[in-house]
């Protein structure tokens, strides 16, 4: 048992370096400028050029978020019925889990995502929606540079 877990384990290792030399080979450009992104990381960039066919699958970032499932999701039933309101969910988990992962290291590093937790933060929102519009606010980010293949700029205007 405890051998089949590490034959795995080294099987994952080897399928991820796989994935980026592959990333690396094909699409250096974008990766290079996704991964200049304070926050997003190699897996991420692999990642979101393979889902979105390197951001040529989307005319605009609104409905990259859909795709992942990032959009809002309300629940209303008439006037007086007004549920609580959450993201959609219906689109690719996995690209979900990363940049939600990535929205931690962001709100230490990225200057504009810090700023954007702090802000939050004293409105008095918890700290998962935070990390959810950090999330989001990443993917924008990575569809704009991944378009206009550009490095990120901090102080872009």
């Known amino acids: 048992m405890i051998n089949s877990v590490k034959n795995l384990k080294k099987s994952i290792e080897k399928l991820e ?13 974008s990766v290079e ?18 889902t979105t ?27 007086s019925v007004r549920g609580k309101g959450s993201i959609c969910k219906m689109g690719k988990s996995q690209i979900r889990k990363l940049l939600y992962m990535c929205s931690w290291s962001a709100k230490r590093w990225n200057k504009s995502c810090k ?30 540079i991944g378009k206009k293949q550009e490095k990120y700029e901090v102080n872009y205007c």
């Open 17 to 29: 370096l796989l994935i980026e030399k592959l990333a690396k080979a094909n699409y250096a450009k």
């Open 33 to 50: 400028c996704l991964t200049s992104i304070p926050g997003i990381g190699m897996k991420t960039a692999a990642m979101l050029i393979a």
């Open 53 to 79: 066919n390197n951001f040529e699958k989307f005319e605009n970032y609104k409905q990259l978020i859909a795709f992942v499932g990032f959009s809002p999701r309300i629940y209303q039933s008439g006037s």
């Open 115 to 144: 700023d954007m937790y702090e802000r939050l933060i004293a409105k008095g929102k918890p700290e998962r929606v935070v990390k959810i519009a950090i999330a989001n606010k990443l993917l924008k980010l990575a569809f704009e």
